[in-house]
């Protein structure tokens, strides 16, 4: 029987404790649930000097070997991430010697994954120049600017390309991992692993990190506030500029500038990203015909759906239904 696929996640003190022990626990558990007659996973942990490291929790995570006693050739390596609280927001941790010995083990290395703030880490290695990458919402903006070589997309759950890997914060590493079980040893092992642990099974790397409310920054004015939560439960009515306007009893010159200094988008893309977030939950969840999903969400017709798939998602309606 071929020998264990070898997994190797990079910890270093200040990570998130499920950054690593996230992915860890879905390969272990796809290995008892493969069984003893088929190649599982062996996971390790290395750390710089192999000593063990405080995670952001304060659990003091054991390392299996150093970073110099790490060999060639590795299945796979997860790098996982930190984030520091600082005044204003968040600081993605950059270790250098954590990048650097990254730089020199990924020729090495079969697939390489980050999770959440560990995508900066393998920008700093050069490893995700000119790749699509995604990382924590929080910190997507910081790795565009640091490195703009990288095509930062903040919005997925994870994105692969090619043999590279990135992921968003913290539980969506563990759906990263679930789908490199998938890819290794098929979508039937993925579900029964999945269904051992209990994990939510349709979270595929194409789905949102955040609902459109939570991707809109909140307002600090009432009257914003209180409109979205109308227009979420109201998507199929009339929800024009002119109509917003005028049950904010504003006029729509004054309306349009106001939404967009509260919200930094426009009511036009707002409404339509809500629009499209109540359709791919019907797609996902249901079995209605295009023309209802169309209806449904507000955005009226089948050619109207498709074209808001394909612009915003790069899809069609089907196959995101086939996919999610």
Known sequence: MPAPHRIVIVAFPGIELLDATGPAEVFSV?????????????????????APVATSSGVRLLADLAFEEVAAPIDTLVVAGAIELVEGGVEPVVDREVAAWLRRAAPGAGRIGSVCAGAHLLAAAGLLEGRPATTHWLTADRLAADHPGVRVDPDPIFIRDGRVWTCAGVTSGMDMALAMVAEDHGQDLALATART????????????????????RSSSDDRIDGLR?????????????????????????????????RTSTTPAAYVEAA???????????????????????????????????RRRLGTTPAEYRRRF
């Open 229 to 261: 939560r109308w227009i979420a439960e109201h998507l199929t009515e009339d929800l024009s500029l002119e109509a917003l306007a005028a049950r904010t009893h504003l006029s729509a010159r004054h309306f349009s500038r106001l939404f967009r200094q």
């Open 275 to 309: 629009r499209l977030e109540a359709a791919r939950r019907l797609l996902e969840d249901g079995d209605r015909s295009l023309p209802e999903v169309a209806a449904a969400s507000g955005l009226g017709s089948v050619e109207t759906l498709h074209r808001v798939f």
């Open 197 to 216: 642990m209990v994990m939510y099974v349709k979270r595929s790397g194409g789905q949102s990190q955040f609902s459109v409310p939570l991707s809109v």
């Open 30 to 50: 796809a290995s008892r649930v493969a069984g003893a007659d088929r190649p599982g996973y062996r996971v390790l942990i290395a750390t710089p000097d192999g």
